[in-house]
């Protein structure tokens, strides 16, 4: 790996085919406020947004066990495409923060069913197994399902890779989470997601579509 020989940027939309909860701020919440809120953008009006560090590391870890890793850099292509510091292996991978498409915020900003502006709050709470009892009741924030992202991947190709590896390695992950689940509370249904056809476009040294 001595010279970078392009820049591929795919693009995409993500859909939220459930409510979605990536955890924010919580240490300023008010009485009678939304217990467990989700991370928001203070530059986009306050509007929630999915950060490109959940996207990677959710994907980076369906990877590593689909490929029969118990940890983390226990797979080499997947340090390949991702990077692994033992190694001095830096990250191939760029993943952008995710924002809400226009028509999204337009369409969240005239819901009259929402709690908040963009979100719902949904109450949850844990059953006592043995007295099947309802205990510690909490509402939980979410962006609420219909509501549609823009994703962008840049990849990293060096001299020594074959970029349709690292491509088909990237739409692996993507599948892969189509089929898990994004945020917390995904085992209650929280967080599935679908993407829209990828758009790959080589942004360095020329631009060309493919």
Same mark, same amino acid.
């Given at each position: 790996?001595?010279?970078?020989?392009?820049?591929?940027k795919?693009?995409?939309?993500?859909?939220?085919?459930?409510?979605?909860?990536?955890?924010?701020?919580?240490?300023?919440?008010?009485?009678?406020?939304i217990?467990l809120?989700?991370i928001?953008?203070? !530059?986009?009006?306050?509007?929630p947004?999915?950060?490109? +560090?959940? @996207?990677?590391g959710?994907m980076?870890? %369906? $990877? &590593?066990q689909?490929?029969?890793s118990?940890?983390?850099?226990?797979?080499?292509?997947?340090n390949? !495409?991702?990077?692994?510091?033992?190694?001095?292996?830096? +990250?191939k @991978?760029i993943?952008?923060?995710?924002? %809400? $498409? &226009?028509?999204s915020?337009?369409?969240l900003?005239?819901?009259?069913s929402?709690d908040?502006p963009y979100?719902?709050?949904?109450?949850?709470?844990?059953?006592?197994?043995?007295?099947?009892?309802?205990?510690?009741?909490?509402?939980?924030?979410?962006?609420?399902?219909?509501?549609?992202?823009?994703?962008?991947?840049?990849?990293?190709v060096?001299?020594?890779?074959?970029?349709?590896?690292l491509?088909?390695?990237?739409?692996e992950?993507?599948?892969?989470?189509?089929?898990?689940?994004?945020?917390?509370?995904?085992?209650?249904?929280y967080g599935?997601?679908?993407?829209?056809?990828?758009?790959?476009?080589?942004?360095f040294?020329k631009?060309?579509?493919n």
């Amino acid at each position: 790996m001595e010279r970078l020989i392009s820049k591929i940027k795919v693009t995409a939309d993500l859909e939220l085919l459930t409510g979605l909860h990536i955890g924010g701020n919580s240490d300023n919440v008010e009485i009678g406020g939304i217990d467990l809120p989700v991370i928001k953008s203070p !530059l986009h009006r306050g509007q929630p947004y999915i950060p490109g +560090s959940s @996207l990677k590391g959710k994907m980076r870890c %369906l $990877l &590593e066990q689909m490929n029969g890793s118990s940890k983390v850099g226990g797979c080499g292509k997947v340090n390949n !495409l991702f990077g692994y510091s033992s190694e001095n292996r830096p +990250s191939k @991978l760029i993943v952008r923060d995710a924002y %809400l $498409l &226009e028509s999204s915020v337009k369409e969240l900003e005239n819901c009259d069913s929402l709690d908040m502006p963009y979100t719902e709050g949904k109450w949850e709470n844990t059953i006592d197994r043995v007295k099947g009892t309802a205990e510690h009741p909490r509402q939980i924030e979410r962006v609420p399902a219909g509501a549609f992202f823009h994703v962008e991947f840049i990849i990293n190709v060096w001299d020594d890779d074959k970029k349709e590896e690292l491509l088909d390695l990237l739409d692996e992950g993507i599948k892969a989470l189509e089929n898990d689940y994004l945020g917390g509370n995904g085992s209650r249904g929280y967080g599935q997601v679908r993407f829209s056809p990828r758009t790959i476009e080589t942004v360095f040294p020329k631009s060309e579509s493919n």
